[in-house]
Every structure is written in C-alpha cells, then in structure tokens.
C-alpha cells in the first residue's frame, strides 16, 4: 500500500535560516506530490504541487524538489520568519486523475524561533 | 463560493446515535473529498466525489458511514451507530475539474466529532 513518511515530527529553525523538510515514499511511484500548510484548528492549505517529470518548483520563498531515485521529496522555506511556524504535510496521489484521494504524511511541526 | 464551508463546526453524540455533517464545496469545482483526521496530524482518505458520483470510496468503513453529492445541495457524510473511534475532525475538500489540470485541493475548516 502506499506510505508516506516525514522524518522529523519537529523542527526547531532560527529566524532567517533555511528550513528543509523531508518527505520519503515507499511501494510505489507517486504521478505527482503536494505539499500543505496547517494551522492549529484550521483545514491545510495548499502551498506547492510536483509532478514525478519535475525536478524542482518554486513558489516565492518556497522550493520543492522531487527525486524519484531517491524516493525523496524535499520541501524548503528560506529566510524563514516565525509567521512560517505550521505544520507541513506531504501528499501524494497514485494515479494522475484529479479525484484521487491523498495519502498523507504524519506531518513535520516546524517552529520559527526569533 | 470562494472557500468551502462545513457544517456543524462541532458536533457531539452518545455512542450508537447517528452524526451527519455538511459541506458546501467551492462554485464551479467538480470534485469532493471527505477525510477523517484522528490524534492531531493522522488524516485517512474516506471518499471522493465528481460531480454527484462516487468515484473512490476504498477508505469508507461502509457498514455506517455514507456519503451522497447531490445536485443543488450541499454534499454530505453520515456516520450511523457512532462508536468512540469515530471521534475525530473531519474535511472536506474541494477542487477542480479535470479541464484545468489543477489538482491541488481546498479544504473546508473541519467539523469536529466527539462521541461520548
């Protein structure tokens, strides 16, 4: 079955630094990746989507990139600020179409510290 | 409308009575996605929708929950005989049709579920 994995349940980042996320999957080949922003009591909120034919996208601070040698996605914000502190989710979806359900990861709490 | 919406925002049942929850999917998007998030940050797949069909159902428990789109209403999830398991907050997402290849999703506030 499919399985998503984020390594860090936390992530302490000081304020101006870069923070890397990891995202890892196992049996199978994801058509494309997203990535997600949640807030205490709140819905996630898009952020950025990689399909498995890109290497890397960026979104203003933003960058995602996708190795699928590795299995890997990694997901950056730098200058990071303490408005970033958020859990980050990873999703992936099997197949292409656009009504596929996501897997999600467990999510990586990340913390901007001033 | 621009953002989904999800009705109740918190709801709470006695173990064994029935919970239904509402979500009114963004104007203009062709699918719906209902999913359950347990213990902070554990978020299962339960059902998507195009238009008023099911298209993926493999993550509903079928025997009590159950899922309807229907035209001019808002979309639904109803879970009969709730069990202590159920207590979770649940989503609703929507997002485009497949004309524009977007297929991020945008999810609704959530309804909380306690079962007592």
């Known amino acids: 079955s499919q399985k998503i994995e984020q390594n860090s349940e936390a992530l302490n980042i000081q304020e101006g630094k870069t923070a890397t996320l990891t995202c890892n999957y196992t049996?199978?080949?994801?058509?494309?990746l997203q990535w997600y922003r949640q807030d205490p009591g709140r819905g996630p909120v898009f952020l950025l989507l990689?399909?498995?034919?890109?290497k890397e996208k960026r979104k203003e601070r933003l960058k995602v990139t996708f190795d699928t040698t590795l299995k890997q996605s990694l997901f950056h914000i730098t200058a990071s600020q303490p408005a970033d502190s958020a859990t980050y989710l990873c999703?992936?979806?099997?197949?292409?179409?656009?009504?596929?359900?996501?897997?999600f990861g467990k999510g990586t709490h990340l913390i901007i510290q001033p | 409308g621009e953002e989904v919406a999800q009705t109740p925002k918190h709801l709470v049942r006695g173990e064994g009575q029935k919970a239904k929850l509402y979500c009114a999917p963004i104007?203009?998007?062709?699918?719906v996605f209902w999913y359950q998030q347990v213990l902070k940050n554990e978020f299962k797949f339960l059902i998507s929708?195009?238009?008023?069909?099911?298209?993926?159902e493999t993550g509903m428990p079928k025997e009590r929950f159950s899922a309807k789109c229907l035209p001019n209403s808002p979309c639904s999830l109803e879970i009969q005989a709730t069990k202590l398991e159920d207590s979770a907050v649940y989503f609703c997402?929507?997002?485009?049709?497949?004309?524009?290849?977007?297929?991020?999703?945008?999810f609704g506030p959530g309804t909380r579920l306690t079962v007592t």
């Open positions: 999703a992936s979806v099997y197949s292409g179409g656009g009504a596929d359900g996501l897997t």
């Open positions: 997402a929507s997002s485009h049709g497949p004309r524009t290849g977007n297929y991020e999703q945008y």
């Open positions: 990689i399909r498995e034919n890109e």
């Open positions: 104007k203009g998007h062709s699918y």
């Open positions: 929708f195009q238009n008023e069909n099911v298209f993926d």
């Open positions: 049996n199978y080949s994801p058509a494309y």
